[in-house]
């Protein structure tokens, strides 16, 4: 069975994930496109899906009896809307992260889910698809003994003008949040948040870098340096350290060079590249569910835990270092 599939953004990921079902992956056809911005809709229709309709509205779209799922890469303070009604219309749905920028709007879905009775919902933390990540995961379970801390970074080279304070933790830690959550089979109990003296390549709506304490009922300590203007590349470090020994993530793959006097080895600097397998790994999991008409991965569970660990993490960023706590709400029977 194909799946038709509907977009509603269509940006950088947005683009590029109907680049991956139209010409990458198996079982998928883009046959719907909406944006607020028509004009990029209609690019994407030129360049990638000649056949596909345009729609003036994101509900349209999902109401359409030629769209069979819908993939939600509107910026994330439109994506519940959409989850929203994409779940009243019986059609499983691809939301890019976060799943809701509040818990409070990640709960609304959580509970419109459970209602309809059926997992429909596959939030976008594509990290838990990373070959890299699920290496990392077999390690600590099988080799690093219990894990005691982690430290990691989050490095973007650059952020638009519009990226500010709150953002580093609902667009960008956002990804840490789940993962770690993941890695660990673990739950977050309190986050603080340290900020060194701002880089100058930062601007005024925005405190950058940031450093975030995340500690876990398991009493797991991790610290994340999220720093989105670091210049010189994109990079993603995780150092899982056990009672037996250390474990971490692995570089992307580079060629090693010897070179004018340098032992060299290039850094990536775009996150579409560094994770490009694990989307096309993501997506052939919802086009695969989505046939069937349900959804698997990343829950909307895993999609509101992380909301309300993103919400303690943005009011920890007004509290000079003190510890938030972290709330732990009772797991519906959907998602056990
Ligand atoms: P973008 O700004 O490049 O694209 C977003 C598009 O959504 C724009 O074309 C905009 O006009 C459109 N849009 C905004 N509001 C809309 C609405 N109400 N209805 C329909 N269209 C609307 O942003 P980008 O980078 O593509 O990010 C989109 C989402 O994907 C965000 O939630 C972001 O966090 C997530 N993302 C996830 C990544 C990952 O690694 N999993 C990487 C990059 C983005
Ligand atoms: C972006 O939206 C993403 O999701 C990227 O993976 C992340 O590294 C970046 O910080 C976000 O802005």
Known sequence: ??????????????????????????????????????????????????????????????????????LVTSWGTT?????????????????????????????????????????????GFMRRYDAGYVALKEAVKTHTGAPIMVHAAHR?????????????????????????????????????VIFPRKAARSHGRLRDPQIVVLETAKGVVIDVEIFVNCHYGYDIQCEVVGEDGIARLPEPMAIQ??????????????????????????????LKAAAQGTASGPTSWDGYMAAVTSDACVAAQDKAGEAVAIPHPARPALYA
């Open 1 to 70: 069975m194909t799946v038709r599939i509907g977009v509603i953004g269509t940006g950088a990921i947005g683009r590029d994930h109907a680049r991956r079902i139209q010409t990458v992956l198996a079982g998928g056809e883009i046959v719907a496109l909406s944006d607020v911005n028509r004009a990029s809709a209609e690019a994407v229709r030129a360049d990638i899906a000649p056949k596909a309709e345009v729609f003036a509205t994101g509900e349209e779209l999902i109401a359409s009896a030629s769209v069979d799922a819908v």
């Open 79 to 123: 994506h519940e809307q959409y989850v929203l009604a994409a779940i009243a219309a019986g059609k499983p749905c691809f939301c890019e992260k976060p799943l809701a920028t509040t818990a409070e709007g990640a709960r609304r879905i959580v509970d419109a889910e459970v209602k309809a009775g059926r997992r429909l919902v596959q939030v």
């Open 156 to 192: 973007n080279p650059t952020v638009p003008e519009a990226y500010i304070t709150p953002m580093a933790i609902h667009d960008t830690l956002i990804h840490e949040i789940d993962v770690f959550r993941w890695l660990l089979d673990d739950d977050y109990v309190s986050a603080r």
């Open 257 to 286: 060079m010897r070179l004018g006097a340098k032992l060299q080895n290039a850094i990536l600097t775009d996150w579409k590249d560094r994770f490009v397998a694990s989307y096309d790994v993501e997506l052939q999991d919802f």
